[in-house]
């Protein structure tokens, strides 16, 4: 069955960086588009962002755009988000999701989450 | 991008069937036929019950349907069950290449 495992979140300083990971198994990996979406204590989703199942396309939230960037590694199985310049807003638990296809915009299966602090 | 517009609650008794709203823009909602919609119970991962509108992923209940007109797409949650209890988000392809959430439902079933 699929599973993925986010880890990497913890505590950061605003203007800190942080790297996550999301390990994936029970699907193959390099067939699928993948996201990140996370969602701020008590508050509703928000998407973050996708890269193609290749890696050749990646598109960005306005509100991270020039300060996160997605990544993979299919030799991996391995989802990465590297964020930047983090703010006090940017607090929040951060999934990775599954896409339906390569190159759909439909998360299906979620991880459990990893979640980030941004305080001083 | 703006959240899309779903109302904060929505409650019904057992049996009865609901509609929870998500209306957007033509440059989403009403611009592609990429609306999606999750339930997440409290302190878990959103699960995908409904894609593409109208399809629903293999193991979601048939109690659940949606539909779309202009810039407003509908969850219907028929025959009503205590675990429905959730919070239920919409979402939609955006015109920009982006992909954005619904402000998010509360379901309460009486």
């Known amino acids: 069955q699929v599973q993925l495992v986010e880890s990497g979140g913890g505590v950061v300083q605003p203007g800190g960086s942080l790297r996550l990971s999301c390990a994936a198994s029970?699907?193959?990996?390099?067939?699928?588009?993948m996201h990140w979406v996370r969602q701020a204590p008590g508050k509703g989703l928000e998407w973050v962002a996708i890269?193609?199942?290749?890696?050749?396309?990646?598109y960005y939230a306005d509100s991270v755009k020039g300060r996160i960037t997605i990544s993979r590694d299919n030799s991996k199985n391995t989802l990465f988000l590297q964020m930047n310049s983090l703010r006090g807003e940017d607090t929040a638990l951060y999934y990775c999701a599954k896409d339906l296809s390569a190159s759909g915009w439909h998360p299906d299966y979620w991880g459990q989450g990893t979640l980030v602090t941004v305080s001083s | 991008q703006s959240a899309l517009t779903q109302p904060a609650s929505v409650s019904g008794s057992p049996g009865q069937s609901i509609t929870i709203s998500c209306t957007g823009t033509?440059?989403?909602?009403?611009?592609?036929?990429?609306v999606s919609w999750y339930q997440q119970h409290p302190g878990k991962a959103p699960k995908l019950m409904i894609y593409e509108v109208s399809n629903r992923p293999s193991g979601v209940s048939n109690r659940f349907s949606g539909s779309k007109s202009g810039n407003t797409a509908s969850l219907i949650i028929s025959g009503l069950q205590a675990e429905d209890e959730a919070d239920y988000y919409c979402s939609s392809y955006t015109s920009s290449s982006s992909y954005v959430f619904g402000t998010g439902t509360k379901v309460t079933v009486l």
């Open positions: 890269i193609r199942y290749d890696g050749s396309n990646k």
């Open positions: 033509s440059s989403d909602v009403g611009g592609y036929n990429y």
């Open positions: 029970g699907f193959i990996f390099s067939s699928y588009g």
